[in-house]
């Protein structure tokens, strides 16, 4: 079973686009929620957060937009820049985030230059 | 040092040899994390423990799988009698507060032939 459900696999834009990526969930105990970037050869490290006390949170060119009621959350990247080119995770967490973490699959992003 | 190190960064291994691979966490942090991570997947929570206990190991794969954390520092997950579906990206990570301000290090890549 699937816990955290994320789309699209992959993405391409073009710099100055805005990519966005989905992220839907079936446990509703989730109460964090981070987005993670990884770099090739490297590990996953943590962007932005948000908690569903919130339908919003902005930070920089990252915002995560949260609807409670359809459990989905999406990531959004303003005025992507060929340096964002990653492949982010979204993930999910009990317990204000002190349980572990549910990883989605992943979208690899290309932004092109 | 600064960040999660992990060693081996690559273990080459035969089927039916033992392999520990071992996580240095960032010096203070009370809680650590083992993930798994398959190729073009996320990370699989495996095990966590917060100093020296063992909070949660529901999801290591099965009996072949084991971690101790001795100390309340370097942790070390051993898997005996590897199989070739045991090939995949291990990943440590540590926290000062929780999953959510988990730390991730760089890997180690396991490949057993």
């Known amino acids: 079973q699937q816990q955290v459900k994320q789309s699209p696999q992959s993405l391409i834009v073009q710099k100055g686009g805005i990519p966005i990526i989905n992220c839907a969930y079936e446990n509703t105990a989730f109460d964090y929620f981070p987005w993670y970037q990884q770099f090739p050869g490297k590990g996953p490290a943590l962007l932005i957060a948000?908690?569903?006390?919130?339908s919003e949170k902005k930070e920089g060119r990252f915002t995560i937009s949260f609807n409670k009621s359809a459990k989905q959350f999406s990531l959004h990247i303003m005025d992507s820049q060929p340096g964002d080119s990653a492949t982010y995770f979204c993930?999910?967490?009990?317990?204000?985030?002190?349980?572990?973490?549910?990883f989605g699959k992943g979208t690899m992003l290309l932004v092109s230059p | 040092g600064a960040g999660v190190s992990q060693s081996p960064r690559y273990k080459v291994t035969k089927r039916g040899q033992d392999v520990a691979l071992r996580c240095d966490p960032i010096s203070g942090h009370v809680s650590l994390y083992w993930y798994r991570q398959a190729l073009g997947q996320g990370p699989e929570f495996l095990t966590y423990?917060?100093?020296?206990?063992?909070?949660?190991k529901s999801g290591l794969p099965n009996d072949r799988f084991s971690a101790e954390r001795p100390e309340g520092s370097i942790s070390t997950l051993t898997i005996q009698r590897t199989e070739q579906r045991d090939s995949a990206m291990y990943r440590c990570?540590?926290?000062?507060?929780?999953?959510?301000?988990?730390?991730f290090g760089p890997g180690t890549r396991l490949t057993v032939l």
């Open positions: 990570a540590s926290s000062a507060t929780g999953a959510s301000g988990a730390v």
């Open positions: 423990f917060n100093y020296e206990a063992q909070q949660d």
């Open positions: 993930a999910a967490s009990m317990n204000s985030g002190y349980s572990t973490l549910t």
């Open positions: 948000i908690r569903p006390d919130v």
